[in-house]
């Protein structure tokens, strides 16, 4: 794919991001790779826009390929981009330089939407939707203000429990709150319990402490992912999904809801290795639970997903104790996005394959309504 490429069609350009500066880069590739795969390239020019680790921004004309494996960045097929604060632009400035030139040209190259495939900080957080939103540019996906909340644990909690729906009991702490707190912090909640950075993803930093002398390193893990971490109750039970496509000013009803999906953990919890491994554990979908349960299930995420302002797509996930009450646990505004992964695996069961799901998403923002 060359440049004249992507600037001489009649197609919408999508441009779809991936990497980033995030402990989650490697996800990304993964994800964006997938996405850049299942774009019916019939119907949208997709355009491929790469953020490093180091958090430098590329438009990337290679194999889609060469991404998951981290082999994208080369000076054949990445071109610097940047962006103008001139709305009408409504796009990226391509960074060009031949051999002739004293400095580099830029090249402009307008988009019609962005697909963020960027998970966890500077990406799932509302800080690449809030630049979006100030060069006047559709993100496919939620908003900043649905992205920062959901993002953040604590206050996700806050709004789930005003609205009656059950979370695990849970206290906040900085690095500066005393020890003798901590602790008596913990033995409110009883152990076992969770340690967790407030903001970030793929369960990094989080520890399941099981008793007092762990508590202390278990916070210390935490904080170099975040400088707030909750210690939270522990929930006796296991983890559902439920994977919800739809704009954030529809009705529950016509939310598209894909068939919940229930995570058999063999020992310990569901944390980054388990996640894209899953050496120990099992993904069933549909989840082993009664028809009743998984509507009752549906419901309460739909709820928790317009009560968040989530709009486009998330993934909402829930404990369910053997009891049969359900707990809110959190919201992936960015969940994996790869075709076996959980939130296209659920919508599988409902009928739609990944390339079905890609299109979906897309044609909700660039329709005759939307397309200019």
């Not at 957080?125 to 993100?139: C, E, M, N, S």
Request: net charge negative.
């Amino acid at each position: 794919m060359k440049i004249s490429h992507i600037q001489n069609t009649n197609l919408p350009r999508i441009a779809v991001l991936f990497g980033g500066n995030s402990s989650e880069y490697q996800v990304s590739l993964s994800s964006g790779s997938s996405v850049l795969h299942a774009i019916n390239k019939e119907k949208f020019m997709p355009v491929p826009i790469g953020i490093s680790k180091e958090g430098r921004w590329f438009l990337y004309t290679g194999d889609p390929d060469s991404i998951a494996a981290d082999r994208w960045q080369d000076s054949e097929n990445c071109f610097p981009v940047c962006f103008s604060a001139d709305q009408s632009s409504h796009g990226f400035l391509i960074s060009i330089r031949d051999t002739q030139d004293a400095f580099p040209r830029l090249i402009p190259l307008s988009i019609q939407a962005v697909i963020p495939v960027l998970h966890g900080k500077n990406g799932e957080d509302g800080t690449v939707q809030g630049l979006f939103a100030l060069l006047g540019i559709p993100v496919i996906g939620c908003g900043v203000l649905s992205s920062s909340l959901c993002m953040d644990k604590e206050r996700a909690h806050q709004i789930a429990d005003n609205l009656g729906i059950p979370v695990p009991a849970s206290f906040g702490v900085y690095a500066s709150t005393p020890e003798a707190t901590l602790y008596q912090m913990a033995e409110n909640l009883g152990y076992p319990l969770f340690v967790k950075p407030v903001r970030a993803g793929s369960s990094f930093g989080i520890t399941c402490v099981q008793q007092k002398d762990q508590l202390l390193s278990a916070v210390k893990e935490a904080l170099i992912y975040d400088c707030r971490v909750i210690l939270e109750e522990k929930i006796d039970g296991f983890e559902v999904g439920c994977a919800i496509m739809g704009r954030n000013f529809e009705p529950a009803h016509q939310l598209t809801i894909g068939e919940v999906d229930e995570i058999e953990l063999t020992d310990g919890f569901f944390d980054y290795t388990e996640k894209y491994t899953l050496k120990t554990s099992k993904i069933h979908v549909p989840a082993r639970i009664s028809n009743q349960k998984a509507e009752e299930i549906k419901e309460m995420a739909a709820k928790i997903y317009l009560a968040l302002d989530c709009d486009y797509f998330a993934r909402v996930d829930l404990f369910l104790t053997p009891e049969g009450k359900i707990y809110f646990n959190e919201v992936n505004t960015i969940p994996g996005f790869t075709s076996h992964s959980r939130f296209p695996g659920m919508m599988k069961s409902k009928g739609i394959d990944f390339p079905a799901l890609v299109d979906r998403l897309i044609e909700m923002e660039v329709s005759d309504g939307n397309f200019n």
